[in-house]
Every structure is written in structure tokens, then in C-alpha cells.
Nanobody, 116 residues
Framework: QVQLVESGGGLVQAGGSLRLSCAAS????????MGWYRQAPGKERELVAV???????NYASSVKGRFTISRGNAKNPVFLQMNNLKPEDTAVYYC??????????WGQGTQVTVSS
């Protein structure tokens, strides 16, 4: 079973930047969509950004223009560049990789805390 591990989270002041990485324990073949989700305390998990197999990207309206999702390689499939961070971006961030055959992999999450 492939495991995903996020890294790059931490504590940053408002206006700062972080780059999240997602590493896979083994090569993932037939990747379809890749995305980043987040969950703030007391709230449901929400989509932050997704990159489709066809190269399209979609972002939550709250992060559009500030965050950029990018594809890497099979062992580090997806990254999230986060600029101009705001306190409301504070959450646990999860990477997700879906394959063309319906498999869905999730990481354990990395904490992002933005101070005002």
C-alpha cells in the first residue's frame, strides 16, 4: 500500500510563504487527479487545489491567486506553493492522489499555522 507523507508545514506570519511537498513511499502509476485539501479545527475538510490528468487546475476561491499547485514526479507527485498566507489559512493540509483505476491515497497531514 502506497503511503503519502506531507512536509513543509509550519508556523509563519501573515503575508509569509510556505511550500508543501508530498512524497510517496513507492511509485504511483496511472495518476489521474492530484490535490491538496485542508481541515481547520471544527470544520470539515475542504478542497484547496486540484490538478487533473489533463493539466487543468482548480482552486478554492479563498486561495485563488495566492496558492499554486504543481505536479512533480512519481515519487514526489504534487506540491503546493502558498504565498501571502492569512490567519484563516491555518489548518492541517493533506495531499491526495487518485489513479485512473479508482485508487485514492491520502497523507497524514501537515500543520500550517499563520499568525496575525
Amino acid at each position: 500500500q502506497v503511503q503519502l507523507v506531507e512536509s513543509g508545514g509550519g508556523l509563519v506570519q501573515a503575508g509569509g510563504s510556505l511550500r508543501l511537498s508530498c512524497a510517496a513511499s513507492a511509485t504511483i502509476f496511472n495518476i489521474n487527479n492530484m490535490g491538496w485539501y485542508r481541515q481547520a479545527p471544527g470544520k470539515e475538510r475542504e478542497l484547496v487545489a486540484v490538478s487533473s490528468n489533463g493539466g487543468r487546475t482548480n482552486y478554492a476561491s479563498s486561495v485563488k491567486g495566492r496558492f499554486t499547485i504543481s505536479r512533480g514526479n512519481a515519487k514526489n507527485p504534487v506540491f503546493l506553493q502558498m504565498n501571502n498566507l492569512k490567519p484563516e489559512d491555518t489548518a492541517v493540509y493533506y495531499c491526495n492522489v487518485d489513479t485512473l483505476f479508482g485508487q485514492s491515497y491520502w497523507g497524514q497531514g501537515t500543520q500550517v499555522t499563520v499568525s496575525s
